[in-house]
């Protein structure tokens, strides 16, 4: 079993490599997401370091929504999906599998882009890895929240609207509070405890998380 | 020479130069003349440049950086401008060795916008006390990376296909609009970067000890660079032609 | 295909099973019964439900009325300890576009099998499958009939002994039809069961039990 | 022939009405960056009002080059886009149709989003026209320039991170000159002459953008 | 089709026309004429370039070498001027799966004349292809051979004569491949030109001219 697990992780990595290497374009969108938005401010850089913390957050969404979009569209599309409902592997662990697959790209990206992040936009953490704690915490709620949706953009014929309805509500507390967490990092003296509400959250999307994808997904396919 | 002739002569030009195997005989001699060339230039300008040049008046050592910023900035700029132009040829005429040279362009001045960046940010923390300022020209170079890596990207998509050829090079031609931002940006917006001191019409504002090694460098960075970029279109057109006839002629010669 | 219904143990049976679509009933009051190690044709014309009843029997849909059982137990969540997984193919190709078909052969073999995928096999089965000059292009680039082809090919390594398959002669040209008949015929003779959907006749040897949709299906009356 | 572009615009609309995917994503993104930014400068109110010229415009671009890169992805997969070359209207007409109302769909979500992000931002104009028509030539660049990568990535299957790298660089002019008109905009103060240089940019990118995207689109279809 | 090459007004000439995909020959030397009025088969092994040959006879694709003529004009930017629009459908839809087949079709009428789509004459195309209980259901709710039908009605109000024709029988029923076939021949009775691919017999009355592609085909040798 674990070994099917294995194989089925394999072909994401493949996958992933062969669409031209997902981690480095990830990596080089962050960049582009920074430059774009110190660009703007006119070496106004007081104002651009008061609003780091939104930005990375921010970029950090955009950067997970871009990884489970195309996720299981594609799969879907093409009917693999069917294949996955339809082998004795329990659905929701092999849709574990990829969604354990996507949070470690974004992870390797983000470890890749924060030391750099942190030259360009000229910032230090007092408490580094508070900051870090907290990138990998938001990053796995939002893979998860962001798979569900996907799914069920899938069932409802990919109009958004719906997709857009259950995304906010969801994605929004999480981007505050990691937002809080990272000004709490900088700054020492704002209090961080809102990092264990997050992994609160985390512990409780990812318990529930996989079972729901899979339950949307099913209904998706019948 | 009328106007028939020069033409006729150029296209004789074009295409000795555009079949593969023609180029890839005659590039041999130019690929040592530039290796050789630029070898020797470079070296005579480091040289000079770290162990016999004045230290500034103001920067002390840290100046001596220049040596190799300078070279590969400028060279940076002019092979993403080299690249621009026969993404082009290979997009009106679909010559594939324009592709190839597009290519190897591409590696080449990536390296060389990179190097660039990283002399340069290391040369911005003791001259205005930090790695990275959010200026204009630092900006739209880190853009000219953005763009070779973009382009290098696609490339490595699908290393035969046609289509991703094209794609690179609509994007190269595309990219070219950034050129001239980066050129003008020290004028445009008032920048920390220091503006053009090297100018073909006036006379140099830098002192002649420090200045003939740097057009050294820059000369032997062109040839350098050059060199390199022969080297790797020839690979890319061997590769492609591997199967061709004149190619396996070449291995049985044992010329390859 | 026995429109009898037999209790036997070997038997599909399909008892006034019904489906619909939101509103629109597709087909109702089916029943039938498939013994292991037969080959069966459904057919019908476009739109009877076909493609709908396959994915019935693979459990990918319930039924909405009556009930499909194997060896006595109902069809409850999928395939799992009633049979052995079914084999299923539709008109989807369930491969990735950008990997190419020895790539996607693995991923689909490695799926449902805990051995290691032994490349030669894997190798063996595309080049039977005609494909031996694309083994390594990305699927995207490869013919329709190609592509059929390339998933055609895990019919040869699956350990499947239950074959749905949704028009699977769609796209092949002569040589690959029959290539596939043949291997129809060979399954069956070791004793597995194909049911298939086709729109024309196929040239197998062995007899072929057929199920005409049409019968059944309610002219797309609203429910 | 304007009959027939009336119907091509015709089935553009009866699609977006089909499925709203597009403006309720944009908006949803939007909306997104606008309340973490907000949260963010709770105490500072100088700061948000010196950055959010580059707030807004830096939201709208990572925005519309996400949305926009799947433009044409739906009528290339179902290969709507060879009607298109193969009929007897010429490609580019047909294109600045799509174009044009891909435009109109992200000027009704902005003038869905500017009022909102004046609210949460407490800022008012002094030339709220200027600010106005900065974001109407914006977007006109804007999608111009995305829809020729759009195009592009279809060639080289559709990843929408690639998208965005090639594509940001190419908005940047757009970025700094918006900022600047909108700052002038906040302030009456500051030179606004920028604003034709931007006209001028836009008229450009219109007339040689809907050729380029034809040409890119015939290549793709090959 | 005539291997002889004509130079009459009214042929359709391909002389030793070749094909590559980056650096895979399909076909070469490929000469062929096609007198108008006539119903052309082309068929061959999967992977042999059928689709591509079309691709290349409607324009979508320019030869590599060799050239496409038309009374004495080559080829140039697609067929404008040089013929009536050609009427190409391959295995895409080119349709919106969010569209209904009405939708669609209006959609594909109006994008081809400047008259106003009349409902009655649409309905009935739709109608005709056999899609009464469908014709606002949004296109990704549709059978395989619904779908099939429902791009297939616009043959019933295309002006074009020329018809380039990819695997139309594809996943048709019994009924719809004889609606297909009467089409065809009456077209060509009219004086229509068809170009068709397909795998198996087609059953028009017409005589068909056939040209085989395996025969052109490189067998994907390199470049
Ligand atoms: C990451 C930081 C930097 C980048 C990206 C950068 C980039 C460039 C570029 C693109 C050029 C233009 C070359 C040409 O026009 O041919 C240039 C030239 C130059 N840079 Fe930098 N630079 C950086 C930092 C610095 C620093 C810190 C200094 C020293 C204070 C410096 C001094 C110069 C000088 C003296 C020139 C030659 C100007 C001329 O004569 O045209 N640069 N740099
Ligand atoms: N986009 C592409 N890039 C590279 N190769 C391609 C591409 N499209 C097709 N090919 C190759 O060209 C050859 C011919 O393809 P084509 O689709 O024309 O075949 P076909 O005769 O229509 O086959 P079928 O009977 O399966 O439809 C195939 O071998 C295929 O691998
Ligand atoms: N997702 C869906 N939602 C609503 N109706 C559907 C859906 N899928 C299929 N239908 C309807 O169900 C009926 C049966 O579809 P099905 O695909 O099973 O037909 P089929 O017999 O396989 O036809 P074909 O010969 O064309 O493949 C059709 O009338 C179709 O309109
Ligand atoms: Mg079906
Ligand atoms: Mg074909």
């Known amino acids: 079993m674990f070994k099917r697990l294995g194989n089925v992780l394999k072909r994401e990595i493949l996958l992933s490599s062969r669409q ?72 929701s662990l092999l849709i574990l599998v990829k969604q354990f697959f996507a949070w470690i790209q974004v992870l390797v990206t983000l470890i890749l882009f924060i030391p750099l992040s942190n030259i360009m936009l000229n910032i230090e953490y007092e408490k580094p890895l508070l900051a870090y704690a907290s990138f ?59 990092v264990w509400f997050l992994m609160a959250i985390a512990a409780f999307v990812w318990s529930i998380g996989p079972w729901t994808t899979a339950t949307a997904l099913r209904m998706s396919l019948e | 020479m009328n106007q028939a002739t020069f033409s006729s002569r150029f296209k004789r030009w074009f295409h000795q130069w555009g079949s593969p195997e023609s180029f890839f005989v005659k590039s041999r001699f130019w690929e ?53 132009i026969s993404s082009a040829i290979f997009l009106i005429w679909r010559m594939k ?71 690179a090079c609509f994007i190269a031609v595309i990219g070219m609009i950034n050129l001239p931002i980066i050129k003008y940006s020290v004028e445009w917006w008032n920048t920390l970067h220091q503006p053009a001191t090297l100018s073909l019409s006036e006379k140099p504002k830098m002192h002649i000890s420090m200045l003939i090694p740097l057009l050294m460098g820059i000369t032997g960075m062109y040839f350098f660079s050059g060199y390199l970029v022969i080297r790797q279109t020839r690979y890319h057109v061997l590769k492609s032609c591997r199967r061709q006839g004149w190619v396996k002629r070449l291995v049985k010669n044992g010329a390859l | 295909m026995h429109q009898t219904i037999h209790e ?159 028009e699977p002669f769609n796209g092949l040209d002569q040589a690959a039809q029959q290539w596939l008949c043949t291997l129809l015929d060979s399954h069956v003779e070791k004793g597995g069961t194909v049911i298939l959907t086709s729109h024309s006749k196929i040239a197998v040897k062995h007899s072929i039990d057929k199920i005409d949709l049409t019968k059944y299906c309610q002219d797309n009356t609203h429910v």
Chains 1, 4 share one sequence.
């Open chain 3, 8 to 166: 036997d143990d070997n038997y599909l049976i399909c008892r006034s099973v019904g489906s619909h679509y939101d509103d629109r009933q597709i087909f109702s009051n089916l029943s039938f019964s498939v013994p292991s190690g037969s080959l069966t044709q459904i057919y019908g014309a476009n739109g009877s439900g076909k493609s709908t009843l396959l994915r019935l029997l693979v459990g990918l849909r319930k039924p909405d009325q009556g009930e499909i059982s194997w060896q006595g137990d109902l069809w409850r969540s999928g395939w799992n300890g009633a049979l052995t997984l079914p084999f299923f193919l539709d008109h989807h190709l369930s491969a990735h576009e950008q990997l190419s078909p020895r790539e996607n052969l693995i991923a689909w073999h490695t799926l449902h099998t805990n051995e290691v995928s032994n490349s030669i096999s894997i190798n063996d089965a595309l080049i039977k499958a005609g494909l031996k000059q694309v083994l390594d292009e990305p699927l995207r680039q490869l013919s329709f009939g190609q592509k059929r082809r390339a998933v055609l090919a895990r019919l040869l390594i699956t350990t499947s002994s239950w074959w749905f398959l949704d």
């Open chain 2, 97 to 167: 060795l324009a592709d190839h040279a597009a290519a190897s362009l591409c590696i080449v001045g990536g390296t060389l916008t990179t190097i660039s960046l990283i002399t340069g940010s290391i040369w911005g923390k003791p001259t205005w006390g930090t790695y990275w300022q959010w200026d204009a020209r630092l900006t739209s170079m880190l853009i000219l990376l953005l763009l070779f890596l973009g382009v290098a990207m696609i490339r490595q998509v699908q290393s035969n296909s046609d289509r991703i050829r094209t794609v």
């Open chain 1, 136 to 194: 990998a915490i938001g990053t796995a709620i939002l893979v998860q929240i962001t798979s569900v949706t996907a799914v069920l953009s899938l069932l409802i014929g990919r109009s958004s609207v719906l997709h857009s309805i259950v995304t906010l509500p969801l994605t929004i507390p999480v981007l505050i509070f990691g937002a809080e967490i990272n000004r709490a990092a900088l700054d020492a003296s704002s209090n961080a405890n809102v």
């Open chain 2, 32 to 84: 040592i003349i530039f290796g050789l060339f630029g070898a020797a230039l470079l070296l005579m300008s480091w040289t000079w440049g770290l162990f016999f040049a004045p230290p500034d008046y103001l920067q002390g050592d840290s100046f001596r950086i220049i040596y190799i910023h300078v070279p590969t900035a400028s060279a940076a700029l002019t092979f993403y401008f080299l690249m621009g």
């Open chain 1, 20 to 91: 031209f290497g997902f981690t480095a374009q990830l990596f080089i969108f962050l960049v582009i997401g920074i430059v774009l938005f110190a660009m703007g401010f006119n070496q106004a850089s007081d104002a651009i370091r008061e609003s780091v913390p939104a930005l990375l957050w921010f970029l950090i969404l955009l950067a997970t929504t871009l990884v489970a979009s195309s996720w299981f569209r594609d799969d879907y599309d093409n009917g693999w999906l069917a294949q996955w409902v339809m082998c004795d592997i329990p659905l």
